[in-house]
Structures are given as structure tokens and as C-alpha cells.
């Protein structure tokens, strides 16, 4: 960990000493707790994992979990717990609290005469064919709606001004309500914030104590309703995640564990508790950007300048893309679909965070036939209870993995290599036959083992679907992108869904069962601020737009942690897009400073960018700014490290001769060696088919591909774009 | 099953799961060419609304994918579309690059607005498919849009089925024929090449799609997508009680209500709806050419019979529908069809209320469509003109075991568009867009709200203003006692407004839109307690609070 993020970068609540561990860098301790399980790494500061665990998550009370995880590891790894430099912590606390609906009584404040935005959303059906179709209901209810008599016109100018007697006697009105947090949302705030402010002003003349959240801080942009189901997301976890946070301290402060506590981004970046806190919306996908980070971080250390990430677990599979050894970043995105990964059956958030997609393909995906007579995989997944049926535990209906063992992917029997989170399960093909035998073989009148090959094919087209779309709409050509596989059941199918991508390479990372923990220690402070202003190109008030940028640069030091003098890498980048459309396109911009020639600068880069996305520009049409973003960093994204390859190599490397199970490809099984990992040599390149187990996951190597591992550790594998 | 729908003796050399894979790929590549077009339009009601589909068609011209975001009107009308084309081109014509459109209302999608587009997808000389798309374009020039013309030539510019390119080279005159007769040539053209470019990454995608499982095998499992999605609806058609029910639901149209006469028969193959005995065309642009009606009935009946099923000409094809020959529904060439929609959305409810009886559980009350639709046309300083067409969506009706949900786009599917970007480009000021509490149809489930948009002229010079809608003679039917929901009601300054009117909105003057409510499903007095006390309590909204 270079020192300059060690010392400033977060933590300004914790300020305690690390011990200096004599001779080493600082330790991180990296805790990220998911829907099943929480892993937790210890890494020293060069990004070397020196340890890990996985635990499971307690899902009531998510941090004593997690501590446990981490005085486990610092004991089985003789570490004290004071010289411990950092924590880092990616938590599901934020998107738990929005889905479970367990979040603060939250009250929202509009422009008379738009309470009832927030519920009436943009009107449209995210299924056209479902006349009973469910809609997700607003997260306050009508009651605690409440106007302000106000108003500001388009261009951000004060029509009307709130009354501060009407908004104190609110106040007075909130607390009779017991609303905790409030969220205030008003017209074309983004272009001014004044009338928020003097709302939030008058809240609290008025009596009122608890959070009250800013659209014009949250969330800056244009369109009310995407605007206000933001703050309002916001204000509703803000209470949960202050009470969160403050336990996770105290726990650590038990434990007398040191160093400074970060909090992970949706952007892939390091917050501080008290920015955590104050926008907790920023971590609702930080889970997901944990493991892009690190498919960003070993895409980098491997030279590859774009890549495809791809994290399958037990109920989901994650695609994202990875460009230049850093994620794609999107600017909204849903929670808590409704009908499962169904777009616009969720709640909207504007709001920075990896650009990922997301579909419900995992190992506990179900496979069922449908009134078509075709067979159907996931989104309902059988979990970790019952689990799948060749668990034992009761499931009986036929997932990912029970189709997996029957193809002779995963291996029966004991632990190492299920390629299943856990690794000490047993895997019962007995259980998984009978389940795919009755639930798909016998209602098409097919083999278990036909059936089953068509339960790993649709999964994998499923995914292959997922990541094709991903990346055709951001300007990549999928064929080109190489893949970077983690997740329990990611390395069971990245051969198989590089080959349906024409994908060249797929790498998997030394320990990529715990691969998203890891990429929180190799992560830099990152803060990424936002401001509408609509202007046409020629328009731009230069010296206006480096003041809006300065501004825009204090905030994001602040909420760093940092002082004004720091050293960062600040990018501005513009969302733009021709007058009359409707949507924009992100362009990258160099300065401040700027002068009068940086319009043509900016019009000539908007071009290039349009013709990225679209495969054309309109020349002679006027561009317009929307949005201008600046992301500030400090540090470096880190290449992930493996023991392995900083020790000497092992004794007994020998590639002895490994077993051999029948596997299916395509429509027939053929005997293929069965590798455990630590025993490649690292010099060795070696023909597929074949499988490569470890301790957490399984390596399945199509045939026609060659395999091997490179100077990191990474197994590599060669599609050569053609292999299966 | 009989021996001969074995799926496996049908599917023929296919492994399990190609059928699957292809159909997958199909449907993202829908998606992908939809969100193309999404993100670089210029008509707001393509961007915002979302008013389009893409479809992809076998060599036969039979549909085997749409984009998930897609109208039912377009998605009823596309494969009729491509009929015409392939009529006046035939297929063995078609060469790369080519590509051809119309907006011909009863060729097309029923009115001038919509503009539809189709390219071949094309092996060498060997014909794969087509792909086409429809949108609704920013302007065909015309009177401003209305419900008030009397024939298709006060609509606009009427383009017969056309070739815009040839092998790629566009079509100089026809370029000039378009852009000499709209109001905002730029961006029409624009909207254009965006549908081209559309066109061509799909086809392409199509293609090597097709090339990696073989032209022949691809052709199989297109045919497959067909006849498994016929037999999956003819199934539940079997399911369904046999008989023949009727319905009868009025149009406020203009002097007098008009009858809308519907006849459903259940056979256990198929569904037959006829609409003899329905009103007869009118001098006015709310008649509903063939098309839309087709579209307009298909779809209720594909969300009861198969709502799951990707949409495919395999679905719709156990459904016939028959309008007799001048009837408002089956106008003869050249009547004014301008604001078709006002009738045509009608058919929805005709068809579910006739359902109810022999398929309870399966239909919703009637909902308060069509949902209000103002055309907005003025100047936002001199010499720049704007025109914006807004819609504001009303209640749905309640199902058996659901309210009905407030003001969501019905039977269509297009999303409102955001007041502060209205407001950005145009001079209206809204000053109220919320839920019109006690609109819904009470019930044992209680009918959506519509909702209440105002909005002001906040510019100096007048607007002139379209509006577009009906449902102001009565409420949108309730069900099995559900009570109706409230009309729709329009008024500028408080002084009422007719449902289809054309007027200058002086600057300071204010528009108000009373969306209608949807109807109830059940006696109201069988409301269960905690959904009664919830409304009560203002959690919901109480059929009774205004």
C-alpha cells in the first residue's frame, strides 16, 4: 500500500497507530459480506493475500459475523490484532435495508403539486403482456408526502420562495409523525440548490433533528422522478448505516484491532465513514464493484487493456467490463427489482457505480420445462437451503450444479474442487440425477445427461447473452474481450462462455473464490461528484465551468477526507449529447484550466466519443453539455499478488499423473485429467480438455484450449478464440 | 402430447437447447437495436416515450422476436407491415442495403405519425429474414396533429411503401419528397438514419447467428419458435371454457357515443372476435384502420392466453378477428385516422369485459384509457418553433385479486416525459402532476387513480394546443360489482374543454387534465379489512378522499 494512501486517504474518524510490524508493510484486513457468505483477506501492502476465510454471513446482524471472520483470520494467521493498518469493508447492509424495505421512517418534501411523483414513477409497464403486473411501491408512503409552496424555473431562477413559518410548523408536524429522515426533492433544484437549503434551514428551526438529505447534494441531475427516488433511497438507509457503522466501530475497537475503517464504493473506490454516512446510497452495489475492481486490478497486472469481468456465484452471475485496468463506471442503475432482473421493475438510483449487468444465472439457478416444451434455467435459485439437489439437504429440484456433476464438471464426493462456495460439501450425483431425470429428462423424453448438457448450455447463453448486450451497448465487441473469472461457479464456465463470446483468453486468479475481497485492499481512494447544467457547447462560460469544477473538487476532497492541498489525480469528463436528444454520452476532458479554444477541443472529443457508441456523428448538429464529473483519486489500483508467486517454487511440482474422470463436451464424455492447481508447473502448457481443481472452485478447460500458469499465478487458458 | 408433437421427433436434428440459445440471441439482439434507437433519437416521443419495436421476421415474413420495450400496436401491426412490403417488393428482389419504409395508415400502424422501416437479412443472395422496426417520428407535417381532420390528406405527408435505399445508396428524392413536408426535417432524417442503422446492426447480428448454426438448422428452430408458441396458446385456449360471449363498450367520439359491439368465441382451438354491429366510420380522424384493431384485439388476448411467451407470429396465430367492411374499426381508404387510438384502445376492454364471465381470474375491469394525449405547438423564441406531444397515463382496472395500479400506460406501453425536461424545452410551467385521488372504481379491489396534470403557459406568445382523448361520457367499467372509475375531464382557466379540442392556450392560461380512474372488480363492501384500513389510514389511496 503506498504510504500516501495509508496516511491520508481515510479514516478520519480512526486515527490509531498500526503497530509497524517490523520489516513489512502495513497489513489490510478486507471484509466483504454477501448474501451467503462473508469473506475476509488479509493482504500486506504489496497485494499479496496472506490469508483468508469464509464465513458465514449473520444475516440479522451482519457485523458480529464478520468480526468473528476477522479474529478467526488474524489468529489462524498469528497476527496481532493492533497491527492491523487498515479496513477496508464492503457491506450488503445499504441494499439489504432497501430490499427487506427495513429502512428509517422517511418523510419527502416537494414542489406543491408533485407529492405523488415519487409513486407515479415514468408511468410505463416493465412487462406488457402482465395485466396484473406489480409495481414497487414508494418507499414513503402518500401520508408523509408533503408540499412546499415554491418554485424555480428550468434555468434554475427563483419564481416563488418557501414560506420558513410553513416549513417550521412541518417540522412540528414530523415529529408527531416520528419520521426519523426526511427527503427533499424540488423542481430544477439541480440547477439551484437555494430552496432546498432554506428548506432544510427551516427543518431544523423548526425542531427537526434527524437527517434530512438534499436532492442538490445527492444527486444533481436532471429528471424529477429518477432525482427524487434517489434522495429519498438515501435518506431512507441513512439512519440504518449510521447505527451500522457505529457498531462495526465499536466492534473493531473491542477487538483492538488498529488502523483506519473504509467503506466501499458502487464506484469502486474507498469512502470514508463519515462520506459513508452521509451517502449511503453509494454503497449499495459495492459488493458487486469489489470483484470488478479486482478483475480490473488483474486484467492490469496481465497487460490486457480491456477485459470482460465475470463473477458467477450461487444465484447470480455479474459481467462488467474493465478497460485500461479500471471499470466502466455507470451513472444510475436499479435496486431491488421486483420481478427478478426484469429492467424497470426496481427502484431507480442515480447515482456513480460500476457499470455491471446482472442476470439470474448461478450454480443454485433452477432448470425447469416450460408450457413450451423448452427447458428454463434460473432466475429462482435454490440457494444455500435446500441447495441444490446433489447437496443432500432436501433440494429437489434440478440447478446449475446438480447439471454441472452429471456433465462431469464438478467432482462427486468430497470438498476440494466442488466448485461450490463451501468446500466442504458433499456432492451426491445420485441426488442430481434423479432430480434433472425427473424434473427435465423424462418430460422431454431425453438422456439425464442430454438434459443436463442443455441446463449448462442455456446457463451459459444466458450469461453470454448478459455480457454480449453489456458490451455491444458500450462500443466493444465482445469477440474481443478477454475474460477474467472468479466467483464460486465463475471458473466452472468462463471456457465454455468465452467460447460463446469468441472470446480469445480466460484468466482465473490465485484464490478466485474469494476474488471480490481481495480487490478491497488493492483499491485507491476514489470520489466521483456530479453537476447538471444544460448549455450548448458554444455557450460555455469557461471561466465559469473551472469555478463549477473547483467547487465541485472541495466537495470531493471533503468527503475524501482530505485537505485542500492534497495530491490527487482529479478526470473531468462531460455527459453530452446532440440538442434534442435525450441521452449522453460520456466524454472524457481534459483541464481545467480551459480557455476560448476548449469548445472546439470539447465539440471535436464529443464527436469521437459518439462515434464510439453509435458508429456515426451528426456533423453540423449543435452538441450540449448535460452533466460535468470530476473523479478525484489517491493511489493506485494495486495488481493482485498470489503467495505462490513471491515464494519459491514447492517441491513435488512434479506434474505427476493426474486422475482422469469422463467430463461431456458437447454431445459426447471423454476420460479428461483431473489437475489439482498447486501441483502445475509453472512452466507447463498443457493441451485441454481437462479440470483444475483447488480448494474453492474448479477450473473446467474446454477441449481444443491450452492451459497453464503465468508468472502471477493466474491459470490461463487459450481459446484461441475457437476452442470448446 | 401425441407421438407426432414429440418435441423430439419434431425438433428434429437439434440438441436440447439449441431451440433455447437461438431464441435467446434473438431477443437480445431485439433489445440491443431497440436501445440503439432509444439513446439516439431526436422525437421526444421515441426517447422519453419509448413509442417503438423491433421485430425480427424469417425469410417467410413470419415474426420470431421482439424487443422487450415495444408497443402492442407496432407489435400487432409489424408483421402486416412486412406483408405489404414483401407484396410490393418480393422477396427474391431484396439485396444488402436495401431498405424500405411507409407510413401508409392502413398498411402501416394505423396513422401517419408512425414510421416503419425494414431491411432483408441476407447470406450472399440467400435470404435469411428481415428486420423492421416502427417508431413514432417527431413530425409528418399535416395540420397539427389532432383528432379533428376529416380525411388522411389533412394528416400529413402519406408515404407509400417506398425504397429509401438501395443496396445502401439512399434515395435522393425521396429524402427531398420527406424533408420538403415536415416541420423539423433535420431530425426526422435523423430518426431515419437512426432506424437504419438499427436495421443494419441487427440484420447483422442476425446473420452470423444464423451462420453458426447453419442457414438450414437456423430455419428450423426459427420454425420451432413458431409452432411451439401456437401449441403452447392453443393449450391454453383448450383449457379455457367453450362458448360465445359479448361484450359492449361506448366511445364518447364527437356528437354522439359510439357502439362498440364485441363477440368473443372460445372454440378450444382458437379465439374468433367480431365486431359486428359496431358504430360506423366517422367523418371525423378516429377511425381505426384494420391493422390497429387486429393489433389492439391480439394483445388482450395474448395477455390471457399467453402472457409469458415472447411474442411471435406463433402466438397470435390461433386468433382471428373480423370488423366489418365501413364500420369505425374498418374504415375504407381515404378516412381520416389521424387519432385512431382514441377508438382503437377501446378494444381491450370490449374483449376482457366479454371474457369475464367464462374466465374470471384471467381479465381486469376496464381501465381509463385512452389515456390523454396533448400535442403542445408554439415557438420558444422567435423563429424556433417546438412541438411537444405529452401523454398522462390514467388508473388501470383491478383483477380479482389486485387493485388496479394508478396511472400507468395502458394498453400501450410508453413513459411519461419528465416535467423538468419539458420544461427545458418548451415555455409550459406545470404546476401539479399528481394521483387523482378517488378517480378508482371502488371494489373488493378498487380500480386505479388517474391523476391530475396542470400546466400553464409561461411563454409570451399563445400555444396552440391538441387535445386528444375520450372517456368523458362515463367511467371505465368496473367488474363482478366493482363500481366504475371517474371520466376524464378537461378544462383551461376552469372553464370545460372538449375531449378532442384545438385552441390557442394564451400565455398565463392553465390546462387542466383530469385523467380518468380505472373500475373496480368485486362489491366494494367485500373489501378485505386491511387493505379498507390502509386506506383509511392514507397508506393507500382511499377510493373516498379528494
Known amino acids: ?724 | 402430447m401425441t407421438a407426432t408433437d414429440n418435441p423430439e421427433t419434431k425438433a428434429g436434428g437439434f440438441l436440447p437447447g439449441d431451440i433455447e440459445v437461438v431464441w435467446s440471441r434473438l431477443l437480445s439482439i431485439m433489445d440491443e437495436a431497440a436501445a440503439t434507437m432509444i439513446r439516439t433519437a431526436y422525437s421526444i416521443t421515441i426517447r422519453e416515450s419509448k413509442d417503438l419495436a423491433v421485430v425480427v421476421f424469417d425469410r417467410h415474413g413470419r415474426a420470431l422476436a421482439e424487443s422487450a420495450i415495444a408497443s402492442p400496436s407496432f407489435i400487432g401491426t409489424l408483421p402486416r407491415t412486412l406483408d405489404a412490403f414483401l407484396a410490393e417488393y418480393p422477396a427474391a428482389d431484396w439485396r444488402e442495403g436495401d431498405l424500405v419504409i411507409t407510413n401508409d395508415p392502413w398498411i402501416g400502424s394505423g396513422h401517419l405519425q408512425d414510421i416503419t422501416m425494414a431491411a432483408p437479412i441476407l447470406a450472399g443472395r440467400a435470404l435469411v429474414g428481415f428486420v423492421a422496426i416502427s417508431a413514432h417520428g417527431p413530425d409528418i407535417g399535416g395540420a397539427l396533429y389532432s383528432a379533428l381532420s376529416r380525411e388522411i390528406f389533412e394528416e400529413g405527408l402519406r408515404i407509400p411503401v417506398t425504397r429509401y435505399a438501395r443496396r445502401g445508396r439512399r434515395d435522393p428524392l425521396v429524402k427531398r419528397f420527406i424533408t420538403s413536408n415536415v416541420r423539423v426535417p433535420d431530425k426526422v432524417i435523423g430518426d431515419l438514419e437512426g432506424m437504419a442503422a438499427c436495421c443494419r446492426r441487427a440484420s447483422r447480428q442476425v446473420l452470423e447467428l444464423a451462420g453458426e448454426y447453419g442457414e438450414e438448422r437456423y430455419e428450423g428452430i426459427a420454425g420451432e419458435i413458431v409452432t411451439r408458441s401456437t401449441r403452447a396458446v392453443r393449450a391454453a385456449i383448450e383449457a379455457a371454457p367453450r362458448g360465445t360471449w359479448t361484450s359492449e363498450v361506448t366511445a364518447a367520439g364527437f356528437d354522439e357515443e359510439l357502439a362498440i359491439r364485441c363477440r368473443v368465441t372460445l372454440d378450444g382451438e382458437g379465439v374468433a372476435v367480431d365486431y359486428e354491429g359496431t358504430a360506423p366510420a366517422q367523418p371525423l380522424g378516429i377511425n381505426v384502420p384494420y391493422c390497429y384493431t387486429y393489433a389492439h384485439t391480439v394483445y388482450p388476448l395474448k395477455c390471457v392466453f399467453g402472457p409469458a411467451i415472447p411474442n411471435n407470429h406463433g402466438t397470435a396465430a390461433p386468433f382471428t378477428v373480423a370488423a366489418p367492411e365501413g364500420s369505425i374499426l374498418n374504415p375504407a381508404f381515404p378516412a381520416a385516422v389521424s387519432a385512431r387510438h382514441l377508438t382503437g384502445q377501446f378494444l381491450s376492454a370490449a374483449v376482457l369485459l366479454a371474457l369475464a364471465e367464462a374466465l374470471p381470474e384471467r381479465v381486469i375491469a376496464e381501465s381509463g384509457v385512452p389515456r390523454p394525449q396533448v400535442v403542445f405547438s408554439g415557438a420558444t423564441a422567435p423563429g424556433a418553433r417546438f412541438v411537444e406531444h405529452i401523454f398522462v397515463s390514467s388508473g388501470v382496472g383491478a383483477g380479482h385479486g389486485n387493485d388496479g395500479p394508478h396511472a400507468l400506460c395502458y394498453p400501450t406501453n410508453t413513459s411519461n416525459t419528465p416535467v423538468e425536461i419539458m420544461e427545458s424545452l418548451t415555455p409550459l410551467v406545470v404546476e401539479r402532476k399528481e394521483i387523482r385521488a378517488g378517480s378508482g372504481g371502488a371494489g373488493a379491489r378498487r380500480g386505479g387513480c388517474g391523476q391530475v396534470f396542470t400546466v400553464r403557459n409561461g411563454g409570451e406568445t399563445p400555444i396552440r394546443l391538441s387535445v386528444l382523448a375520450d372517456l368523458t361520457h362515463r367511467g371505465a367499467r368496473g367488474l363482478a360489482g366493482g363500481e366504475a372509475g371517474a371520466p376524464a375531464a378537461f378544462a383551461v382557466d376552469g372553464r370545460p374543454i372538449a375531449d378532442k379540442a384545438v385552441l390557442d392556450l394564451p400565455p398565463g392560461s392553465v390546462l387542466r387534465i383530469d385523467a380518468a380512474g380505472g373500475g373496480g372488480f368485486g362489491p366494494p363492501a367485500e373489501r378485505p379489512t386491511p387493505l379498507a384500513r390502509a386506506d383509511r389510514q392514507g397508506e393507500r389511496l382511499p377510493g373516498g378522499e379528494s
Not at chain 1, 424555473?153 to 416549513?167: C, E, K, L, M, T
Not at chain 1, 454441472?404 to 442430481?432: C, F, I, M, N, Q
Open chain 1, 1 to 724: 500500500m503506498n504510504s500516501g494512501m495509508s496516511s491520508g486517504a481515510s479514516g478520519s474518524q480512526r486515527r490509531r497507530e498500526p503497530e509497524r510490524v517490523e520489516g513489512s508493510a502495513p497489513l489490510s484486513v478486507c471484509v466483504d459480506i454477501g448474501g451467503t457468505f462473508t469473506d475476509v483477506v488479509l493482504m500486506n501492502g504489496r497485494g499479496v493475500v496472506l490469508a483468508s476465510e469464509k464465513v458465514f454471513t449473520t444475516s440479522g446482524d451482519l457485523s458480529s459475523g464478520a468480526i468473528a471472520g476477522v479474529r478467526r483470520l488474524l489468529q489462524g494467521s498469528g497476527v496481532a490484532p493492533a497491527a492491523v493498518g487498515e479496513v477496508v469493508h464492503a457491506t450488503t447492509q445499504t441494499s439489504n435495508t432497501v430490499i427487506e424495505r427495513t429502512g428509517a421512517r422517511t418523510a419527502l418534501v416537494t414542489t406543491a403539486g408533485f407529492r405523488d411523483i415519487l409513486e407515479l414513477g415514468r408511468e410505463s409497464r416493465y412487462d406488457v403482456y402482465d395485466l396484473f403486473i406489480e409495481l414497487p411501491a414508494p418507499l414513503v408512503a402518500r401520508r408523509l408526502r408533503f408540499e412546499v409552496d415554491e418554485r424555480l424555473g428550468a434555468d434554475g431562477r427563483v419564481a416563488r420562495s418557501p414560506d420558513p413559518g410553513r416549513v417550521r410548523e412541518l417540522a412540528r408536524h414530523l415529529a408527531a409523525e416520528e419520521v426519523e429522515a426526511v427527503a427533499v426533492c424540488l423542481l430544477h433544484a439541480y440547477r439551484n440548490p437555494v430552496h432546498e437549503r432554506a428548506v432544510r434551514a427551516a427543518l431544523r428551526e423548526g425542531g427537526f433533528a434527524g437527517p434530512v438529505v438534499l436532492s442538490s447534494d445527492v444527486c444533481p441531475e436532471i429528471r424529477e422522478y429518477e432525482r427524487t427516488a434517489t434522495t429519498v433511497a438515501n435518506a431512507y438507509v441513512h439512519p440504518r448505516i449510521a447505527a451500522y457503522l457505529r457498531t462495526f466501530e465499536r466492534r473493531l475497537d473491542e477487538e483492538g484491532i488498529g488502523g483506519s475503517l473504509s467503506l466501499f464504493s458502487s464506484y469502486g473506490g474507498r469512502l470514508t465513514p463519515a462520506a459513508a454516512e452521509r451517502r449511503p446510497i453509494e454503497m449499495l452495489e459495492c459488493g458487486a464493484a469489489a470483484g470488478v475492481l479486482t478483475a480490473a486490478a488483474t486484467a492490469k497486472q496481465v497487460g490486457w487493456p480491456r477485459a470482460l469481468s465475470f463473477d458467477m456465484g450461487g444465484t447470480t452471475a455479474k459481467a462488467a467490463i474493465v478497460h485500461d485496468g479500471r471499470p466502466r463506471l455507470a451513472r444510475s442503475y436499479e435496486v431491488a427489482r421486483l420481478a427478478r432482473f426484469m429492467p424497470g421493475s426496481g427502484l431507480p438510483v442515480t447515482a456513480s457505480a460500476v457499470d455491471l449487468i446482472e442476470s439470474g444465472a448461478g450454480g443454485g439457478s433452477i432448470a425447469a420445462v416450460d408450457a413450451l416444451g423448452l427447458v428454463t434455467v434460473g432466475p429462482q435459485s435454490a440457494g444455500s437451503e435446500p441447495g441444490p439437489a446433489c447437496y443432500g439437504r432436501g433440494g429437489r429440484r434440478p440447478t446449475v450444479a446438480d447439471a454441472d456433476l452429471v456433465l462431469g464438471y464438478l467432482g462427486a464426493g468430497a470438498g476440494a474442487g466442488a466448485g461450490t462456495e463451501k468446500s466442504d460439501l458433499r456432492l451426491d450425483p445420485d441426488l442430481a440425477r434423479e432430480a434433472i431425470e425427473r424434473e427435465i429428462a423424462a418430460p422431454l423424453g431425453r438422456s439425464v445427461e442430454d438434459a443436463a448438457m442443455a441446463i449448462h448450455d442455456i446457463v451459459v447463453e444466458q450469461m453470454a447473452r448478459a455480457a454480449r448486450l453489456h458490451a455491444v451497448a458500450r462500443g466493444e465487441d465482445p469477440r474481443r474481450l478477454r475474460i477474467v473469472a472468479f466467483g464460486g461457479a465463475g471458473p466452472v464456465h468462463a471456457a465454455a462462455l468465452g467460447w460463446r463470446l469468441g472470446s480469445p483468453e480466460v484468466l482465473v486468479m490465485p484464490g478466485a473464490g474469494v476474488g471480490a475481497a481481495v480487490g478491497l485492499g488493492l483499491a485507491p481512494a476514489v470520489c466521483v461528484v456530479a453537476r447538471s447544467r444544460l448549455c450548448p457547447v458554444e455557450e460555455v462560460d469557461w471561466p465559469a465551468a473551472e469555478s463549477l469544477i473547483a467547487e465541485m473538487r472541495a466537495e470531493a476532497l471533503g468527503d475524501m477526507g482530505l485537505p485542500a492541498a492534497a495530491a490527487v489525480e482529479a478526470s473531468v469528463s462531460v455527459d453530452m449529447r446532440y440538442r434534442g436528444q435525450g441521452y449522453e454520452v460520456n466524454v472524457p476532458f481534459r483541464g481545467p484550466p480551459w480557455g476560448p479554444e476548449s469548445g472546439e477541443a470539447l465539440d471535436t472529443a464529443f464527436a469521437a466519443a459518439y462515434r464510439e457508441h453509435y458508429g456515426r456523428d451528426n456533423p453540423g448538429a449543435t452538441a450540449e453539455i448535460v452533466s460535468w464529473r470530476l473523479e478525484l483519486r489517491q493511489g493506485t489500483l494495486q495488481a493482485p499478488r498470489s503467495p505462490a508467486a513471491e515464494a519459491e517454487p514447492s517441491a513435488g511440482r512434479d506434474g505427476a499423473t493426474p486422475v482422469v474422470r469422463p467430463v461431456r463436451f458437447d454431445d459426447q464424455f471423454v476420460d479428461v485429467p483431473v489437475f489439482r492447481r498447486e501441483s502445475l508447473s509453472p512452466e507447463a502448457r498443457l493441451p485441454g480438455p481437462a479440470l483444475v481443481v483447488e480448494r474453492q472452485t474448479t477450473t473446467v478447460v474446454t477441449p481444443g484450449a491450452r492451459f497453464g500458469l503465468d508468472a502471477f499465478g493466474n491459470l490461463r487458458i487459450d481459446l484461441d478464440g475457437e476452442g470448446r
